[in-house]
């Protein structure tokens, strides 16, 4: 009976806390200093700096944490003395070159085509754009790969800059994947793999064409016309 009694008394007081009504009492804050905490907003007003502004810039020479720009020839293409890097900066392993496909095949197709020749469908379409360069050209097989690096970061004429896009070692996968379509466009015979050089000469053997002195290994023929 006492148990009940007890029950019945907890039941009233719980159901008396539930019945809505609101109290003109303060809140109970057992910690005061969460809900007030002496502290300056965004772009409120601060005294203690001279300009009043609570927003500070960094203290000079503040670097990001995974944003340390020390190695000059990765992260700009260049040499310490200003000069672009010859090669490219990193190991170049097939997973490389795959990426560099990849990656060339969603930014720099539009308008330089699959095979780098300048054609991409922009430049096919009539929209008014400056023909895109072709990768095949004298001027850019002979270029660092400094060069390229730069071009993509930073841009060149029509050319818009990537670098927001496309991080630092994207940018070095995509020259090395430029390199892979010069040399698959202007391969010499010499130059080709002991499988691929024999089915070539089985070819011209049946044909019976002379061999070519440059051999374009796949895709097509790069466009002359197209502009530097």
């Known amino acids: 009976m006492q148990r009940l009694l007890t029950l019945g008394v907890l039941l009233t007081v ?24 002496e502290k300056f907003q965004a772009q409120s007003y601060n005294p203690l700096f001279e300009d009043k502004a609570t927003m500070r810039k960094p203290v000079t020479g503040t670097v990001a944490r995974g944003q ?11 040499t310490e003395e200003g000069e672009y890097v010859e090669s ?18 969603i930014y ?25 360069s072709s990768y095949h050209v004298d001027r ?20 818009p800059a990537y670098g927001q896009q ?5 940018r070095w996968a995509i020259v090395t994947y430029i390199r892979a379509l010069q040399r698959s466009q202007n391969a010499r015979p010499e130059e080709l793999p002991e499988d691929l050089a024999s ?6 053997g049946t044909d019976g064409d002379a061999p070519s002195d ?8 790069p466009d002359a016309s197209s502009s530097e």
């Open 14 to 37: 719980l159901l008396a806390g539930c019945r809505g009504h609101q109290s003109e009492r303060p809140p109970i804050h057992p910690h005061l200093g969460m809900d007030f905490q």
């Open 68 to 78: 340390l720009r020390g190695n000059s020839e990765l992260h700009a293409g260049r």
């Open 88 to 105: 490219v900066p990193i190991d170049v392993t097939r997973k490389v070159l795959e990426r560099g496909k990849d990656r060339y095949e």
């Open 108 to 132: 720099c197709t539009p308008c330089h085509g699959q095979t780098g020749a300048g054609n991409g469908i922009i430049m096919r379409g009539d929209y008014g754009y400056t023909p895109a």
């Open 140 to 159: 850019l097989r002979q270029v660092s790969d400094g060069y390229l690096y730069d071009v993509i970061a930073n841009g060149v004429r029509n050319m």
């Open 166 to 170: 496309i991080p630092v070692r994207d």
């Open 199 to 204: 089915r070539l000469e089985r070819k011209v």
């Open 214 to 221: 440059t051999v374009r290994v796949a895709g097509r023929q």
